[in-house]
């Protein structure tokens, strides 16, 4: 089966700096990468995906670009603020399974 | 849009009872539902998945008698804690998928405490 590995386990960043988080994925057969944002007891909301089919993909400060080759993907966060601070999760999935392998998770900390 | 509820938020209850959570899609119909559970500074555990209309797929190591799983509609998925003892407490969380999407929207998730 999929397995997703996500790194680093915790990132603490300054106000206005950028942050990125990078997952490797096993599965070649994987299409679809989301990345989720978990604050403290609350749900996790999804942020930005990506499909297999193109390499990058921007939502404002967010970005996510992919690496099929290499089976790897990364969220880029620009500018962070502190309400950025939380966990995020990257994951991923392959058409005709519906089911999401996800990573263990990052704890990102940004300083004000 | 894509709003998923599940209730109760939390619930606190002795070794031994039931407790039943319910996951529902508030603006579209999900034809696949996922329950997980997540432990402290963990990630998401995905232990079964459920269709409407049909049993559910339990994740490895997952007992299907003591957690049972109902979809029974498009838009309402169960899952019964059966038994609960202290090692079942946990937060469970629910999430949707509509359609042929990827894409899973979450509940806000159950806190579960056994005593």
């Known amino acids: 089966g999929e397995n997703v590995e996500q790194h680093p386990s915790t990132l603490s960043v300054q106000e206005g700096d950028s942050a990125v988080i990078k997952c490797t994925y096993s599965?070649?057969?994987?299409?679809?990468f989301p990345w989720y944002k978990q604050e403290l007891g609350k749900r996790p909301q999804l942020i930005i995906d990506i499909r297999s089919n193109v390499g990058e993909k921007k939502d404002q400060r967010i970005a996510v670009t992919l690496n099929k080759t290499a089976k790897h993907f990364s969220l880029h966060i620009t500018e962070t603020q502190p309400e950025d601070s939380a966990v995020y999760f990257c994951a991923a999935s392959r058409s005709g399974y519906s089911t999401l392998t996800f990573g263990k998770g990052t704890m990102l900390l940004v300083s004000p | 849009g894509a709003v998923v509820s599940q209730h109760p938020s939390w619930v606190i209850c002795k070794s031994g009872t039931s407790v039943k959570i319910e996951c529902r899609s508030l603006d579209f119909q999900a034809t696949t539902m996922f329950w997980y559970r997540q432990f402290p500074k963990q990630s998401l555990m995905l232990m079964a998945t459920s269709n409407e209309g049909s049993k559910a797929t339990y994740e490895q190591g997952v007992e299907k008698d003591k957690f049972l799983i109902n979809h029974a509609s498009l838009t309402l998925s169960t899952l019964t804690v059966t038994s609960a003892h202290p090692e079942d407490s946990s937060f469970y969380i629910c999430?949707?998928?509509?359609?042929?999407?990827?894409?899973?929207?979450f509940g806000p998730g159950t806190r579960l405490l056994v005593l």
């Open positions: 999430s949707a998928q509509a359609g042929t999407q990827e894409t899973q929207y």
């Open positions: 599965d070649s057969a994987s299409n679809y």
